[in-house]
């Protein structure tokens, strides 16, 4: 193998995108992966997830950083 010329670039074809275009979704948010999360973050944030939009964007990083602490548990 041939060590790559810049390595840890992110090539994007991460599971979410991937998940995203099987499931015909216009973002990785729309996907199975991420609604019951961003379902449960609004319920306890007593609001709706997609109304209004500055929530929605609040929600999406709550459930990004849930995610990542998933795998951070996972991994130990």
Do not use: C
């Amino acid at each position: 193998m041939t060590p790559l010329p810049k390595p840890s670039i992110d090539t994007g074809a991460g599971l979410e995108r991937v998940a995203a275009v099987l499931l015909d979704v216009d973002s990785n948010y729309d996907t199975d992966l991420f609604q019951p999360i961003l379902r449960a973050a609004a319920e306890l944030a007593g609001t709706e997830y997609g109304r209004p939009r500055r929530r929605t964007s609040s929600l999406r990083v709550v459930a990004d950083h849930l995610r990542a602490v998933a795998f951070l548990l996972a991994d130990g």
